[in-house]
């Protein structure tokens, strides 16, 4: 059963890449418009091209840094897991481009016609990328269960995810942050179900038959002229999350029944869970306390009728639908691209109100990305006080309150404009956090942990929500690493060589202009030059 439940897992998700090339057919397909529509639409594809060009070559760099420091702390499996999970993660980023470079303009000249097919175009477009996304990560998340033994290979596949994310030209966190949902729930299944074998694999399963159910229903709700994208959205979202929610019951009582809990108990759990989805997502959008409130009364609820496990459960049930919630960015970026054309071109009046209902559908996944990253980042804490079982006893160590200053600081840190991007905020994080870990100790990460995630709890920035991943992430494989570490000294010169590459890469992304300048202009000045 185990076998066959994975593979259907990877071979339903192989055959909904399939699908989005087989719909970005028709989007390619549709009518292009005038000549002054592709004029208008050059400049947009010429920002978001070199907006890529820049971020690949920030994944490439990044890369090939973390690969070969993985390769040389975890070993080959962990290194590989991380590449493989990396150009995968930057081969999604890359169609997504190409799918919305190619349907801006069409967008456009469908909302002549009418806004349901201005929607229909606009909302396979945005699918794509989330599907690919789902997709790889179920894929690359099945390979690292099967193939590779260990946790660590899982640890390298969320952090490959929260890296591409950082160097995506989208720059949105939802997909990374259901990337990580998804590894940390199969890490739980491992970790807090050891006995039941299918635990692992039922996130994949339940995110792939979850995705399914959301393509199914987006083509049954149609959206009439003068009608709201909201209330579409908000069908649509209800009906795949009841249908989700029903057929889980049997997907639990199949695949975990050898728990020892009632699988009317998990049901529930799993349910509280796709509620809270819907809730965040479409009720009290405004309000940034209630992701913590909805994170916290699942916390306590699901801890105390399943344990540790329980908030997993509950966790994989906000991300069963969890394409609908991706969608929403990138559909939003197509309608605002597509209102730009149509007013450069000078469509009719009632062109530019149908694209503007995609660039202004009110929706927000703001208090869904803070849900899922407060639910994931409990899951890995829970995973890493696992591996720490006289943590309790040292939480009055000084250590545990100066790693939370710590981590208060460095979401300061970088939160200043010099360090928000790319390079700098993979290098200063990872690089920051390995450093004071090693030389610290596991209890300094726990409070470290616990200090970013407060900090971050009322942030609206998406950037904030990878860095809270990253720290977390980045604190798991230092925890793993150290415990292999045996005095002062060796973490002293590890924790120097770190913070000495650290300083290396900065000044390099600082100054390298004008240190490659220096030596043009000195080998210029040679003699018999």
């Not at 908000?234 to 795949?240: D, E, F, G, H, T």
């Amino acid at each position: 059963m185990y076998n066959t439940v994975l593979l259907s897992s990877v071979g339903l998700s192989a055959l909904l890449v399939i699908y989005v090339f087989l719909t970005s057919r028709g989007v390619a397909n549709a009518p292009i418009g005038s000549k002054r529509m592709a004029d208008a639409d050059k400049p947009i594809s010429k920002s978001a091209w070199e907006r890529y060009s820049k971020g690949v070559t920030g994944l490439a760099l990044a890369s090939i840094v973390l690969f070969t420091l993985l390769m040389y702390l975890f070993g080959w499996q962990v290194a590989v897991s991380y590449l493989l999970s990396a150009a995968l993660f930057g081969l999604v980023d890359f169609f997504a481009l190409e799918f919305s470079d190619k349907a801006n303009v069409r967008v456009a000249e469908a909302s002549r016609s009418s806004i349901q097919e201005t929607i229909s175009l606009a909302f396979r477009t945005a699918a794509a990328s989330g599907i690919l996304a789902i997709s790889s990560v179920v894929i690359v998340s099945a390979l690292a269960v099967f193939a590779f033994s260990g946790l660590d290979a899982l640890y390298a596949v969320a952090l490959a995810a929260v890296v591409a994310s950082v160097f995506s030209w989208q720059k949105i966190s939802t997909v990374s942050a259901v990337s990580v949902a998804v590894v940390a729930a199969v890490i739980a299944g491992s970790e807090f179900l050891p006995s039941t074998k299918n635990a692992p694999i039922f996130p994949l399963a339940v995110l792939a038959a979850g995705t399914l159910m959301s393509i199914i229903t987006s083509w049954f709700f149609k959206l009439k002229e003068g009608g709201k994208l909201s209330l579409l959205f908000a069908k649509r979202l209800v009906i795949s999350c009841a249908v989700v929610i029903a057929g889980s019951y049997f997907l639990i009582d199949y695949l975990l029944a050898d728990n020892g809990f009632a699988t009317l108990t998990l049901f529930l759990l799993f349910s509280s869970g796709v509620l809270a989805c819907i809730i965040s997502i479409l009720l009290f959008r405004k309000e940034k306390m209630l992701p913590v409130v909805l994170a916290g009364v699942i916390a306590v609820c699901a801890n105390h009728f399943a344990g540790f496990y329980g908030i997993s459960i509950a966790l994989v049930g906000a991300i069963a639908t969890s394409l609908l919630a991706i969608v929403l960015d990138p559909l939003r970026e197509v309608g605002e691209n597509a209102a730009q054309i149509s007013s450069f071109a000078e469509l009719p009046e009632e062109s530019g109100e149908r694209t503007k209902i995609l660039a202004k559908s009110g929706l927000s996944t703001t208090n869904y990305l803070s849900l899922l990253t407060i639910l994931v980042s409990l899951v890995l804490v829970l995973v890493f006080a696992k591996s720490l079982p006289t943590l309790g006893s040292k939480i009055s160590d000084p250590k545990v309150f100066a790693g939370l200053l710590f981590g208060g600081a460095l979401v300061y840190f970088l939160g200043l404009k010099q360090l928000s991007q790319g390079v700098h905020q993979i290098a200063v994080t990872v690089l920051s956090v390995a450093a004071a870990g090693v030389l610290m100790g596991s209890t300094f990460l726990a409070g470290l942990i616990v200090g970013v995630i407060a900090a971050n709890l009322f942030s609206t920035e998406n950037g904030n929500a990878k860095t809270v991943l990253l720290v977390v992430l980045t604190s798991l494989l230092t925890s793993s690493f150290i415990s292999e570490l045996y005095t002062l000294n060796v973490r002293l010169i590890i924790s120097g060589s770190i913070i000495l590459l650290g300083a290396l890469i900065v000044v390099w992304q600082n100054y390298s202009e004008s240190i490659v300048r220096i030596f043009s202009d000195k080998i210029k000045n040679e003699p018999g030059v």
